[in-house]
């Protein structure tokens, strides 16, 4: 089964201080992607990427940028924590299969993260 | 831009009655189809996904979903519902070749005794 693991489940932070939210996944995928969670807004796609050392902005890229050194890691960053970003974060993996699209994406369990 | 429309936030049940679940999306060309549950305090599971090839898709938990072109629709069904069915529920798509899900606002469903 693929594993795709996020290194808190829970997570406290202060207004302006640097986050870093980690995701792993075990089953050598190359598609990685992180979206936010919010009750009735569904879940909206921050950043993804493709490729070790590639990312690209999703639809809500504003305040957060990415990380992907290494194929089965990819952390997401809030360079300033604000109280707007309080909210759960999943991230999820995906093989390229036949056509970029018609592949599966496989969850992590969340990270819930709140700014005081 | 591609949108997904799930009819009704909340959904109530009883058990053992019919579970739909509508989902609509907007393409001309259509996409790649998926249906997730989402239990609490977790992150999303696969329920099912359409991608080419016979239109009636049959998933995990005894769920499944017909899409039809016509009606740019794609539903999730279940004959009998059963407590652990409670959860939420997201209809997502993937336009050709983007490999970006697109998700609908999700449905919660309550399965009442």
């Known amino acids: 089964d693929v594993k795709v693991t996020q290194s808190s489940r829970y997570l406290v932070k202060r207004t302006g201080e640097k986050v870093f939210l980690e995701c792993v996944q075990d089953?050598?995928?190359?598609?990685m992607f992180w979206y936010r969670q919010d009750p009735g807004l569904g879940l909206r796609l921050i950043y993804f990427?493709?490729?070790?050392?590639?990312?690209e902005k999703g639809d809500i890229p504003e305040g957060y940028s990415v990380s992907r050194e290494k194929k089965e890691r990819f952390s997401l960053i809030l360079e300033s924590a604000s109280t707007n970003q309080t909210s759960m974060y999943l991230c999820?993996?995906?093989?390229?299969?036949?056509?970029?699209?018609?592949?599966?994406?496989?969850f992590g369990d969340g990270t819930r993260l709140s700014i005081l | 831009a591609q949108s997904v429309t799930q009819l009704g936030s909340h959904v109530s049940v009883s058990e053992g009655a019919l579970v739909l679940l509508r989902c609509n999306y907007s393409?001309?060309?259509?996409?790649?189809l998926f249906w997730y549950v989402q239990y609490p305090n977790q992150g999303l599971q696969l329920l099912l996904k359409?991608?080419?090839?016979?239109?009636l898709v049959k998933g995990i938990n005894g769920f499944e979903a017909e899409f039809k072109k016509s009606e740019t629709s794609f539903h999730l069904t279940k004959p009998s519902a059963h407590m652990s069915d409670a959860a939420e529920y997201f209809c997502?798509?993937?336009?050709?070749?983007?490999?970006?899900?697109?998700f609908g606002q999700g449905t919660t469903l309550q399965v009442k005794p």
């Open positions: 359409y991608t080419t090839g016979a239109t």
């Open positions: 990427s493709y490729d070790v050392k590639m990312k």
């Open positions: 997502a798509v993937i336009p050709s070749n983007t490999g970006k899900l697109i």
């Open positions: 999820a993996s995906s093989s390229p299969g036949d056509s970029l699209s018609n592949q599966p994406q496989h």
């Open positions: 089953m050598d995928h190359e598609n």
């Open positions: 393409s001309s060309v259509p996409p790649y």
